[in-house]
């Protein structure tokens, strides 16, 4: 019995003494804050090499044209939903040389043609082989309107008025454009396909006797993109 007596004492004694430390447990914390900053990204890339060369030397290659398929690769990638237009940043070819003094040098930057692998909805668009417009006729100098020209997107931020975000690698029918390039001048080089309106410019529909003066010209075209706003 007195050994018995002995033992619960002896549970009792060690109960009291582990009792507090299990009550009043010890603690402490920290704290930090982490933020996020989600920058919009807007990526646009030309793989391709930014000169494209046309050189008539034959009746044939006047008479036919010349096309660059794939002239120009452009590729897209953002995080927000955006828009593609394209422009020249002139209304006419620059004349660097001339060859002849027969013919005009005024050459407007509807005689180039594009098209895109790429079906955009906008009104202008370059769905299939169209003339690029100028400076003056995209109304594009001061960002897109109705007139300008696009490869994606359009303007107003309605369901289908852009483009959704996305990488080139993972979207390469939406976010990776094909651009082919013609340019035909016939004889004379009147550039018959060339849909303008700008009055005695060279390019349909021209007055006869004028057309084109042999030289070298070069024509500056801009692809922006935005985000659609």
Do not use: C
């Amino acid at each position: 019995m007195r050994k018995l007596l002995l033992t619960l004492a002896a549970v009792m004694i060690l109960g009291l003494s582990f009792a507090p430390n299990a009550v009043a447990q010890l603690s402490d914390e920290e704290y930090n804050y982490v933020t996020m900053d989600l920058r919009g990204i807007l990526n646009l890339t030309m793989t391709t090499n930014p000169q494209v060369d046309f050189v008539f030397r034959t009746i044939q290659e006047y008479q036919q044209g010349i096309t660059r398929f794939n002239a120009v690769q452009l590729e897209v990638d953002a995080t927000m939903n955006w828009d593609l237009y394209a422009y020249a940043s002139t209304d006419n070819w620059v004349q660097v040389e001339q060859y002849s003094t027969n013919g005009s040098g005024v050459l407007p930057a509807e005689i180039l043609e594009i098209q895109s692998s790429v079906t955009s909805l906008a009104p202008q668009n370059f769905n299939g082989f169209t003339s690029l417009r100028g400076l003056t006729n995209s109304e594009a100098a001061g960002g897109p309107t109705d007139e300008t020209q696009f490869l994606a997107g359009q303007v107003g931020t309605a369901i289908g008025e852009s483009f959704a975000p996305g990488t080139a690698a993972a979207n390469a029918d939406t976010h990776r454009f094909r651009l082919d390039m013609r340019l035909v001048p016939d004889i004379p080089a009147t550039f018959p396909n060339s849909e303008v309106d700008i009055p005695d410019a060279i390019g349909a529909p021209v007055d006869a006797p004028d057309f084109a003066a042999a030289g070298y010209y070069y024509l500056e075209v801009v692809y922006s993109l935005v985000e659609d706003l």
